[in-house]
C-alpha cells in the first residue's frame, strides 16, 4: 500500500528545512519576539510577491498569514 509518507524524501525533507530554518527561521508564534520576527518575515514576502499571486512564495505567503492571524485572534482579540 502506497500512502502519501511513503513519496517523501525524509533526507531531502531534512535539508529542505535546515536551508528554510537558517534563512526564514520560521517557527509556531510563542510570544511577542516570535509574533515581530513573522510580521515582518511576511511583511518582507508581501515585498517581493508585490501583486503576484501565482508567485512561489505564495504558499509561505498563506502560512505566516495564518500562523499571524491566529496568534492575534488569541491575544488581541477585541471582545
Do not use: F
Amino acid at each position: 500500500m502506497n500512502t502519501l509518507t511513503d513519496d517523501i524524501d525524509a533526507h531531502a525533507l531534512e535539508a529542505a528545512w535546515g536551508e528554510l530554518d537558517r534563512v526564514a527561521r520560521l517557527r509556531p508564534i510563542h510570544d511577542e519576539d516570535s509574533y515581530d520576527h513573522a510580521v515582518a518575515l511576511m511583511n518582507r514576502v508581501l515585498d517581493v510577491m508585490g501583486d503576484n499571486e501565482q508567485h512561489p512564495l505564495a504558499g509561505l505567503l498563506e502560512l505566516l498569514a495564518t500562523l499571524v492571524g491566529n496568534y492575534e485572534q488569541k491575544h488581541y482579540s477585541l471582545i
